[in-house]
Protein backbone atom coordinates (compact mmCIF):
# COMPACT_ATOMS: atom_id res chain seq x y z
CA UNK A 1 0.00 0.00 0.00
CA UNK A 2 1.06 3.13 -0.61
CA UNK A 3 0.79 5.43 2.30
CA UNK A 4 2.60 2.35 4.05
CA UNK A 5 5.77 1.95 1.72
CA UNK A 6 6.11 5.78 1.74
CA UNK A 7 6.75 5.97 5.53
CA UNK A 8 7.60 2.82 6.62
CA UNK A 9 11.35 2.79 5.71
CA UNK A 10 12.00 6.02 7.30
CA UNK A 11 10.04 5.51 10.92
CA UNK A 12 11.42 1.97 11.14
CA UNK A 13 15.29 4.04 10.91
CA UNK A 14 14.40 6.19 13.53
CA UNK A 15 12.98 3.22 15.89
CA UNK A 16 16.10 1.45 15.15
CA UNK A 17 18.28 4.53 16.14
CA UNK A 18 16.28 4.73 19.26
CA UNK A 19 17.66 0.96 19.90
CA UNK A 20 20.95 2.25 20.18
CA UNK A 21 19.96 5.69 22.11
CA UNK A 22 17.89 3.78 24.63
CA UNK A 23 19.70 0.90 25.06
CA UNK A 24 16.58 -1.04 25.75
CA UNK A 25 16.44 -4.66 26.27
CA UNK A 26 13.62 -5.80 24.09
CA UNK A 27 11.82 -9.10 23.54
CA UNK A 28 9.65 -9.38 20.90
CA UNK A 29 6.27 -11.36 20.56
CA UNK A 30 6.65 -11.45 23.87
CA UNK A 31 3.23 -13.79 25.14
CA UNK A 32 3.18 -13.41 28.97
CA UNK A 33 2.10 -10.22 30.46
CA UNK A 34 5.69 -8.03 31.72
CA UNK A 35 5.80 -7.48 35.50
CA UNK A 36 5.54 -3.75 35.09
CA UNK A 37 1.98 -3.93 33.74
CA UNK A 38 1.00 -6.85 36.47
CA UNK A 39 -1.54 -3.97 37.95
CA UNK A 40 -2.81 -2.91 35.13
CA UNK A 41 -7.26 -2.08 35.98
CA UNK A 42 -9.25 -4.45 35.12
CA UNK A 43 -9.86 -4.84 31.15
CA UNK A 44 -13.04 -6.97 31.13
CA UNK A 45 -14.91 -4.83 29.73
CA UNK A 46 -13.11 -3.20 27.21
CA UNK A 47 -11.92 -6.30 26.16
CA UNK A 48 -15.56 -8.10 25.96
CA UNK A 49 -16.07 -4.81 23.56
CA UNK A 50 -13.13 -4.73 21.27
CA UNK A 51 -14.01 -8.57 21.07
CA UNK A 52 -17.72 -7.84 19.47
CA UNK A 53 -16.41 -5.44 17.22
CA UNK A 54 -14.02 -8.18 15.39
CA UNK A 55 -15.47 -9.16 12.20
CA UNK A 56 -16.34 -12.59 12.09
CA UNK A 57 -14.80 -15.32 10.03
CA UNK A 58 -12.08 -13.55 9.56
CA UNK A 59 -8.63 -13.82 9.98
CA UNK A 60 -6.37 -11.26 11.78
CA UNK A 61 -2.76 -10.42 9.17
CA UNK A 62 0.43 -10.76 10.88
CA UNK A 63 3.83 -9.16 10.30
CA UNK A 64 6.59 -11.03 8.84
CA UNK A 65 7.95 -11.73 11.90
CA UNK A 66 4.94 -13.49 13.46
CA UNK A 67 3.37 -10.16 15.33
CA UNK A 68 -0.42 -9.00 14.73
CA UNK A 69 -0.14 -6.83 11.95
CA UNK A 70 -2.28 -3.16 12.65
CA UNK A 71 0.01 -1.15 10.38
CA UNK A 72 -0.78 1.28 7.97
CA UNK A 73 -1.96 4.88 8.02
CA UNK A 74 -5.24 5.56 9.20
CA UNK A 75 -7.72 8.39 9.95
CA UNK A 76 -10.26 8.81 12.43
CA UNK A 77 -12.49 11.56 11.04
CA UNK A 78 -15.01 9.93 10.03
CA UNK A 79 -15.58 9.41 14.05
CA UNK A 80 -15.92 13.54 14.68
CA UNK A 81 -18.46 15.03 16.25
CA UNK A 82 -19.36 12.02 18.06
CA UNK A 83 -20.19 12.79 21.86
CA UNK A 84 -17.74 11.29 24.26
CA UNK A 85 -20.35 10.39 26.79
CA UNK A 86 -24.28 8.49 26.26
CA UNK A 87 -26.55 11.27 25.20
CA UNK A 88 -29.51 11.97 27.55
CA UNK A 89 -31.64 10.74 24.77
CA UNK A 90 -30.43 6.81 25.14
CA UNK A 91 -30.47 7.13 28.64
CA UNK A 92 -30.54 3.45 30.11
CA UNK A 93 -29.63 1.65 26.85
CA UNK A 94 -26.79 0.31 25.85
CA UNK A 95 -24.73 1.16 22.56
CA UNK A 96 -25.92 -2.20 21.10
CA UNK A 97 -29.62 -1.04 21.63
CA UNK A 98 -29.22 1.74 19.42
CA UNK A 99 -30.55 0.92 15.82
CA UNK A 100 -28.80 1.80 12.69
CA UNK A 101 -31.42 4.11 11.85
CA UNK A 102 -31.72 6.03 14.93
CA UNK A 103 -27.74 6.32 15.09
CA UNK A 104 -28.31 8.00 10.76
CA UNK A 105 -30.83 10.44 11.80
CA UNK A 106 -28.76 11.61 14.70
CA UNK A 107 -25.99 11.61 12.59
CA UNK A 108 -27.83 14.18 10.27
CA UNK A 109 -27.81 16.49 13.58
CA UNK A 110 -24.48 16.27 14.70
CA UNK A 111 -23.49 17.24 11.16
CA UNK A 112 -25.89 19.98 11.11
CA UNK A 113 -24.31 21.39 15.12
CA UNK A 114 -21.32 20.99 13.75
CA UNK A 115 -21.72 23.26 10.52
CA UNK A 116 -23.15 25.87 12.75
CA UNK A 117 -20.26 25.50 14.93
CA UNK A 118 -17.48 26.24 12.68
CA UNK A 119 -15.65 29.14 13.32
CA UNK A 120 -16.92 31.05 9.76
CA UNK A 121 -17.49 34.74 10.09
CA UNK A 122 -20.92 35.32 11.69
CA UNK A 123 -21.25 31.64 12.57
CA UNK A 124 -23.32 29.32 10.86
CA UNK A 125 -22.69 28.22 6.37
CA UNK A 126 -21.00 31.84 5.53
CA UNK A 127 -23.12 33.71 3.26
CA UNK A 128 -21.72 34.53 -0.63
CA UNK A 129 -19.30 37.14 -0.25
CA UNK A 130 -18.62 36.91 3.33
CA UNK A 131 -15.30 36.01 4.02
CA UNK A 132 -14.48 33.03 6.48
CA UNK A 133 -12.22 32.94 9.45
CA UNK A 134 -10.76 29.50 8.78
CA UNK A 135 -10.78 27.94 5.22
CA UNK A 136 -13.26 25.26 4.13
CA UNK A 137 -10.82 22.80 3.38
CA UNK A 138 -10.02 22.36 6.85
CA UNK A 139 -12.56 20.54 8.09
CA UNK A 140 -12.86 17.22 8.11
CA UNK A 141 -16.62 16.97 10.25
CA UNK A 142 -19.21 18.49 8.15
CA UNK A 143 -19.87 15.51 6.34
CA UNK A 144 -18.47 12.78 9.07
CA UNK A 145 -20.27 9.39 8.91
CA UNK A 146 -20.18 8.35 12.38
CA UNK A 147 -19.76 4.78 13.33
CA UNK A 148 -21.02 4.65 17.21
CA UNK A 149 -23.37 6.42 19.18
CA UNK A 150 -21.20 7.41 21.72
CA UNK A 151 -17.23 6.79 22.62
CA UNK A 152 -16.75 5.90 26.53
CA UNK A 153 -16.96 1.90 27.07
CA UNK A 154 -16.37 1.65 30.74
CA UNK A 155 -18.07 2.49 32.47
CA UNK A 156 -20.91 0.42 30.46
CA UNK A 157 -23.28 3.57 31.67
CA UNK A 158 -21.35 5.14 28.79
CA UNK A 159 -20.64 7.93 31.79
CA UNK A 160 -17.35 9.24 32.92
CA UNK A 161 -16.59 9.31 36.88
CA UNK A 162 -17.36 12.52 38.24
CA UNK A 163 -13.89 14.36 39.20
CA UNK A 164 -12.96 13.63 42.29
CA UNK A 165 -13.47 17.04 44.72
CA UNK A 166 -15.89 18.63 41.88
CA UNK A 167 -19.46 18.54 40.82
CA UNK A 168 -20.54 18.74 37.57
CA UNK A 169 -20.66 22.66 37.40
CA UNK A 170 -17.49 23.42 39.13
CA UNK A 171 -14.09 23.49 37.53
CA UNK A 172 -11.70 20.85 38.82
CA UNK A 173 -8.75 21.88 41.01
CA UNK A 174 -5.83 22.95 39.28
CA UNK A 175 -2.29 23.64 40.85
CA UNK A 176 -1.76 27.23 40.57
CA UNK A 177 0.50 27.24 37.37
CA UNK A 178 -2.25 26.17 35.72
CA UNK A 179 -3.48 28.37 32.88
CA UNK A 180 -7.20 27.60 31.50
CA UNK A 181 -7.36 27.85 27.43
CA UNK A 182 -8.68 30.75 26.60
CA UNK A 183 -7.70 32.32 29.98
CA UNK A 184 -4.70 34.67 30.46
CA UNK A 185 -2.39 36.04 27.68
CA UNK A 186 0.43 37.96 29.39
CA UNK A 187 3.23 35.44 27.75
CA UNK A 188 3.86 32.46 25.76
CA UNK A 189 4.02 30.32 29.32
CA UNK A 190 -0.04 31.02 30.01
CA UNK A 191 -0.95 28.74 27.29
CA UNK A 192 -1.13 25.59 26.89
CA UNK A 193 1.60 23.20 25.73
CA UNK A 194 -1.30 22.85 22.46
CA UNK A 195 -1.08 26.74 22.11
CA UNK A 196 2.41 26.99 21.71
CA UNK A 197 3.11 23.81 19.77
CA UNK A 198 5.07 21.77 21.65
CA UNK A 199 2.62 19.00 22.44
CA UNK A 200 -0.85 17.76 22.70
CA UNK A 201 -0.38 14.53 24.29
CA UNK A 202 -1.95 10.86 22.70
CA UNK A 203 -5.87 11.25 24.37
CA UNK A 204 -7.56 12.94 21.01
CA UNK A 205 -10.66 12.75 19.87
CA UNK A 206 -11.30 13.03 16.21
CA UNK A 207 -11.85 17.48 16.02
CA UNK A 208 -12.05 19.33 12.79
CA UNK A 209 -8.47 18.50 10.88
CA UNK A 210 -5.27 16.81 11.18
CA UNK A 211 -6.98 13.47 11.98
CA UNK A 212 -4.63 10.91 10.51
CA UNK A 213 -2.10 8.47 11.97
CA UNK A 214 0.60 5.88 10.89
CA UNK A 215 1.55 2.52 12.63
CA UNK A 216 4.70 1.18 12.03
CA UNK A 217 6.30 -1.91 13.04
CA UNK A 218 9.77 -3.90 13.86
CA UNK A 219 9.97 -6.67 16.07
CA UNK A 220 10.85 -4.49 19.24
CA UNK A 221 9.38 -1.48 18.46
CA UNK A 222 5.91 0.44 17.17
CA UNK A 223 6.08 3.85 16.22
CA UNK A 224 2.62 5.86 16.56
CA UNK A 225 2.73 9.20 14.91
CA UNK A 226 -0.06 11.66 14.49
CA UNK A 227 -0.26 14.55 12.10
CA UNK A 228 -1.49 16.96 15.08
CA UNK A 229 1.16 18.22 16.25
CA UNK A 230 3.59 15.98 14.64
CA UNK A 231 4.10 13.74 17.13
CA UNK A 232 5.61 10.01 16.59
CA UNK A 233 5.58 8.13 19.76
CA UNK A 234 8.47 5.27 19.95
CA UNK A 235 7.16 2.70 22.00
CA UNK A 236 9.62 -0.24 23.10
CA UNK A 237 8.00 -3.96 23.36
CA UNK A 238 10.13 -5.54 26.11
CA UNK A 239 10.05 -6.96 29.87
CA UNK A 240 12.14 -3.79 31.43
CA UNK A 241 11.13 -2.45 34.58
CA UNK A 242 9.61 0.72 34.35
CA UNK A 243 11.26 3.83 34.25
CA UNK A 244 11.81 6.37 37.20
CA UNK A 245 8.97 8.76 37.99
CA UNK A 246 11.76 11.27 38.23
CA UNK A 247 12.44 10.50 34.28
CA UNK A 248 9.35 12.53 32.63
CA UNK A 249 8.71 13.48 29.12
CA UNK A 250 5.63 15.58 27.41
CA UNK A 251 4.52 12.22 25.26
CA UNK A 252 5.20 10.44 28.67
CA UNK A 253 7.54 7.07 29.13
CA UNK A 254 5.64 3.81 27.22
CA UNK A 255 5.87 0.13 27.21
CA UNK A 256 4.62 -2.24 24.98
CA UNK A 257 3.71 -5.66 24.81
CA UNK A 258 1.57 -8.08 22.67
CA UNK A 259 -2.05 -9.53 24.48
CA UNK A 260 -3.31 -12.23 22.00
CA UNK A 261 -4.03 -10.03 18.83
CA UNK A 262 -4.15 -6.37 20.91
CA UNK A 263 -1.34 -4.50 21.39
CA UNK A 264 -1.12 -3.03 24.65
CA UNK A 265 0.43 0.41 25.82
CA UNK A 266 0.68 1.43 29.14
CA UNK A 267 2.21 5.46 29.44
CA UNK A 268 2.83 6.87 32.64
CA UNK A 269 5.41 9.18 33.81
CA UNK A 270 4.01 12.45 31.90
CA UNK A 271 5.46 15.77 31.99
CA UNK A 272 4.53 17.88 35.08
CA UNK A 273 3.44 20.73 32.40
CA UNK A 274 1.39 18.21 30.17
CA UNK A 275 -2.02 18.48 30.61
CA UNK A 276 -5.58 16.34 29.50
CA UNK A 277 -8.85 17.55 29.04
CA UNK A 278 -11.45 17.03 31.65
CA UNK A 279 -13.60 15.44 29.19
CA UNK A 280 -17.61 15.28 29.70
CA UNK A 281 -19.15 18.38 31.17
CA UNK A 282 -16.12 19.71 32.06
CA UNK A 283 -14.03 19.11 28.78
CA UNK A 284 -13.14 22.54 28.48
CA UNK A 285 -10.54 22.19 31.27
CA UNK A 286 -7.51 20.88 31.50
CA UNK A 287 -6.37 18.55 34.22
CA UNK A 288 -2.59 18.02 35.36
CA UNK A 289 -1.34 14.90 33.61
CA UNK A 290 1.63 14.12 36.14
CA UNK A 291 -0.22 11.15 38.01
CA UNK A 292 -1.59 9.68 35.19
CA UNK A 293 -1.47 6.33 33.49
CA UNK A 294 -2.93 6.06 29.91
CA UNK A 295 -3.26 2.19 29.10
CA UNK A 296 -4.28 2.52 25.06
CA UNK A 297 -5.39 -1.11 23.32
CA UNK A 298 -5.18 -1.08 19.58
CA UNK A 299 -6.84 -4.37 17.59
CA UNK A 300 -7.01 -5.05 13.93
CA UNK A 301 -10.70 -5.76 13.92
CA UNK A 302 -11.09 -5.70 10.15
CA UNK A 303 -8.84 -5.66 7.31
CA UNK A 304 -9.82 -1.46 7.13
CA UNK A 305 -10.03 -1.18 10.28
CA UNK A 306 -8.05 -1.04 14.09
CA UNK A 307 -9.79 -0.48 17.26
CA UNK A 308 -7.89 2.25 19.30
CA UNK A 309 -9.15 2.54 23.02
CA UNK A 310 -7.68 4.64 25.64
CA UNK A 311 -7.90 3.76 29.78
CA UNK A 312 -7.59 6.75 31.94
CA UNK A 313 -6.11 5.63 35.69
CA UNK A 314 -5.55 8.84 37.89
CA UNK A 315 -6.66 7.62 41.31
CA UNK A 316 -6.24 11.42 42.64
CA UNK A 317 -8.49 12.99 39.55
CA UNK A 318 -11.41 10.04 39.05
CA UNK A 319 -12.53 7.38 41.92
CA UNK A 320 -11.92 4.53 38.52
CA UNK A 321 -10.11 4.21 35.98
CA UNK A 322 -12.50 4.86 32.23
CA UNK A 323 -12.17 4.05 28.86
CA UNK A 324 -13.26 5.49 25.59
CA UNK A 325 -12.88 3.51 21.94
CA UNK A 326 -13.07 4.10 18.26
CA UNK A 327 -12.20 2.67 15.33
CA UNK A 328 -9.35 3.80 12.98
CA UNK A 329 -10.11 3.53 9.23
CA UNK A 330 -6.93 2.64 6.99
CA UNK A 331 -6.96 5.03 4.20
CA UNK A 332 -4.17 5.37 2.18
CA UNK A 333 -5.70 9.04 0.96
CA UNK A 334 -5.52 10.87 4.30
CA UNK A 335 -1.63 10.30 4.58
CA UNK A 336 0.18 12.85 7.42
CA UNK A 337 1.06 16.05 5.92
CA UNK A 338 3.35 18.48 8.14
CA UNK A 339 1.87 20.21 10.73
CA UNK A 340 3.81 23.63 10.49
CA UNK A 341 2.76 24.27 14.13
CA UNK A 342 6.08 25.54 16.20
CA UNK A 343 6.67 27.78 19.42
CA UNK A 344 6.98 31.63 18.10
CA UNK A 345 4.54 31.15 15.21
CA UNK A 346 2.17 33.92 13.90
CA UNK A 347 -0.54 32.34 16.04
CA UNK A 348 0.79 32.17 19.13
CA UNK A 349 1.95 35.95 18.67
CA UNK A 350 -1.59 37.02 17.52
CA UNK A 351 -3.08 35.58 20.55
CA UNK A 352 -1.05 37.45 23.02
CA UNK A 353 -1.44 41.06 20.59
CA UNK A 354 -5.17 39.96 20.76
CA UNK A 355 -5.01 39.95 24.20
CA UNK A 356 -3.66 43.61 24.58
CA UNK A 357 -6.08 45.08 22.30
CA UNK A 358 -8.66 43.36 24.44
CA UNK A 359 -7.43 45.09 27.28
CA UNK A 360 -7.22 48.13 25.67
CA UNK A 361 -10.84 48.00 24.21
CA UNK A 362 -11.74 47.05 28.20
CA UNK A 363 -10.20 50.12 29.30
CA UNK A 364 -12.47 52.83 26.77
CA UNK A 365 -10.15 52.57 23.91
CA UNK A 366 -10.55 51.71 20.30
CA UNK A 367 -9.60 48.21 18.83
Not at 148 to 176: H, S, Y
Not at 220 to 240: C, F, K, N, W
Not at 307 to 326: G, I, K, N, Q
Amino acid sequence: MLGRSVMSAFVASVAVGAAVAMSVVSLAGQAQVPEWAANLPDASVAKAFIASQVQEKWDPPTTPWGDPDISGVFTTKDEANTPMERPEQWAGRRMEDISSEELAVDIVGRQQRALETAPFAGGGEPAEGVAIAVPIHWFDNLAAQNARPWFVIDPPEGKIPPLLGTTQNQAPPLDPDARLRGGRRDTYRDRSLGDRCIAWGAWRTPTIYGNSYQIVQTPDYVVIRQEQVHEARIVPLDTASALSPAIRSYLGQARGYWDGNTLVVVTANYHNQMRVRAFGALGRNLLPAGKLRLIERFTRIAPDKVEWSMTFDDSTVWPRPWTFSLPMTEDDGQIIHEYACHEGNYGLANLLSAGRTAEAADAGGTR
